[in-house]
């Protein structure tokens, strides 16, 4: 215990060692890089269509969700209706968008 405590280890090990520990954080670098860019350059073309796709999804949502009270109005005719009757309206709106 008296070693393991009290004597300070050799310069030329701390050096071996600091720069095999340095190797090591480069090649897990080197190794994360490579896999990335074997990842981009595989599936590149169903990362944007996925990406491109959701884009448009959010817009047309968005639309749909953001005039919905005209829509429903322009549907029902400008006449007044029930709160139950216009909430199955939205029901069916909300419907045929999850729906796609």
Known sequence: IGRWMY???????????????????????????????LLAKQFWHRMVGTGVGWFVWDVVFYGNKLFQAQIINNILGGQEASILFNLEYVLLNSSIALLG
């Open 7 to 37: 004597t300070k280890e050799s310069a030329v090990w701390m050096e071996q060692n600091e720069k095999l520990e340095q190797a090591k954080e480069y090649a897990e670098e080197v190794e994360k890089s490579t896999k990335t860019k």
